[in-house]
């Protein structure tokens, strides 16, 4: 039996007679094309949204829009592939009518409108919220870090450049040792000579200058660390599995797992994004209450506090830093806090009360009030063994805003399921646009123009979904 052949490149065939039949009514660049042009570049602060009266003409903000939307809808994010593909792919011809930038133009044109992608997601969050597709009851908040276009080589901390200095002085006075030296050494021995040494000696003299300015600019940011390639990058934990990067956040909504809102961080934890995300999401959302869940690295008593003051409420699992439980000793939530009598009761059911207040320096040296519980009856207790290993007694720590956590936790018990919730809303949504859509890193350098990336990368995934919830035909209908 013969295989199914195809035709003769000779043959003579004939072609639709418009770009417009090769797209049929139900493809999604249809809505892409009719999404933008219901925009007003001007109002949204697109450079270029109104052609100057001299000069030579430039290419229309818009048809740069819907390249760039098609690409991250497709997979398709560099500049360069960009260029690409308005020659050789019919669908991308007939969205941008056969024009053909080139990849700088194309590449211009994403550093010059990094401000502006925001709140062109936001138009199509506008879009989603007339279409109830939000549900604006529960909103998860996640944040994933992404590869920034530095290396971990390129990334210094103080503590690296000491040492960096340290080994370059050690590796001069070896190298001088060695001049003093080498006319006791033996002769059949090959060692390099005294010119050739004074040439390592003053490279090595380079780079300690080198690293001796990068020291001083550290020192002038007042930054616990310098990137040079993207100077807003920064390095993260190897747990992370990204060396140096950025921290993006998204807040989604439970019904259809769609982004309410979106940023980028170069903040190496979670810690103070709770408040930030959850605050955006409500005001995006336009709901009076809202709730939040988020895994235990954003759980902060000043978060939590933030949040209950604008009628959100948070659910975060409580992260347990004690040591005492790796030595089998009475942890922090073993003892009982009573609001009104202001102590604490520890397992002994002894009673702590308040001794002392005093302002204690943090992280990033940041300083918080801090309230401490003392018991007077640990020396004749008979569970001393289980609760200190400190001569003294036992003293329990507790911050102004820990009562948020307390209410957080009755809460957390009453709604178990709110938790066990959080995976399924928000994980999928950072695996479908870091793996399957391509996007594991960034492109362009500087936090600004990370997060106008970001913007589309959040765009394209919401465009997507939308588009397979709904269906072409119907968002245009609803569109228009």
């Known amino acids: 039996m013969a295989y199914i052949k195809g035709a003769s490149r000779e043959q003579v065939m004939l072609f639709p007679d ?9 493809n999604p660049i249809r809505f892409v094309d009719a999404f933008v042009e219901n925009l ?11 052609p100057a009266a001299t000069g030579r003409p430039g290419y229309c903000p818009k048809d740069l829009l819907k390249l760039y939307i098609y690409g991250y809808k497709n997979r398709i994010t560099s500049s360069r592939n960009l260029e690409k593909e308005t020659i050789r792919n019919m669908e991308v011809i ?21 401000n502006s992608f925001k709140k062109v997601f936001k138009k199509f969050t506008i879009v989603c919220n007339a279409l109830n597709l ?46 003093e030296n080498n006319d006791e050494k033996e002769k059949d021995v090959k060692n390099p000579n005294a010119k050739e040494l004074q040439k390592k000696i003053k490279s090595l003299k380079l780079r300690k200058k080198e690293y001796e300015e990068i020291e001083k600019k550290l020192k002038k940011s007042g930054d616990s660390q310098i990137s040079l390639t993207d100077p807003d990058s920064r390095a993260y934990p190897r747990k992370f599995g990204v060396p140096v990067g950025y921290n993006a ?22 810690i103070e994004q709770l408040s930030i995300m ?49 030595k089998g000793l009475y942890t922090k939530d073993m003892f009982k806090f009573d609001l009104n009598k202001n102590c604490y009761y520890c397992p002994a059911g002894k009673e702590m009360p ?19 519980y003392i018991s007077e009856s640990c020396h004749i207790c008979t569970q001393r063994h289980l609760c200190t290993e400190s001569k003294n007694q036992r003293r329990i720590s507790r911050c102004p805003e820990e009562d948020a956590i307390d209410r957080m936790n009755e809460r957390m018990k009453q ?23 391509y996007q594991n890193r960034f492109l362009t350098r500087g936090l600004e123009k990370v997060k106008g990336e970001f913007s589309l990368s959040a765009l394209a995934y919401n465009m997507k979904r939308v588009l397979n919830i709904i269906g072409t035909k119907q968002l245009i209908e609803a569109l228009a």
């Open 18 to 26: 418009s770009i417009d039949e090769y797209v049929t009514e139900d």
């Open 40 to 50: 007003d570049m001007n109002e949204l602060g697109f450079q270029k949204a109104k």
């Open 94 to 114: 007939w969205l941008v009518k056969n024009l053909k930038p080139d990849f700088k133009t194309i590449s211009d044109f994403r550093k010059e409108n990094k």
């Open 134 to 179: 939000f549900s604006g009851e529960l909103v998860a908040i996640d944040g994933t870090k992404i590869k920034a276009v530095n290396s971990l080589k390129k990334n210094y901390s103080e503590a690296i450049l000491k040492k960096k200095l340290k080994d370059i002085d050690e590796r001069i006075d070896r190298y001088l040792n060695d001049i």
């Open 249 to 270: 956040q998204i807040a989604v909504d439970d019904k259809n797992h769609l982004i309410v809102t979106q940023d980028v961080t170069n903040a190496v934890t979670d």
């Open 278 to 326: 959850a605050k955006e999401a409500k005001k995006e959302l336009g709901v009076e209450e809202l709730k939040v869940c988020a895994d235990a690295g954003y759980c902060s008593s000043m978060e939590i506090t933030t949040c209950e003051k604008a009628g959100i409420e948070a659910y975060t699992p409580k992260i347990n830093t004690s040591t005492n439980s790796k």
């Open 354 to 372: 308040y001794k002392f207040t005093r302002l204690e320096e943090q992280r990033r040296k940041k300083k918080r009030v801090v309230i401490y």
């Open 415 to 437: 709604n178990p399921e709110i938790i066990k919730k959080r995976k399924e809303i928000v994980e999928h949504v950072f695996g479908t646009i870091k793996f399957w859509n």
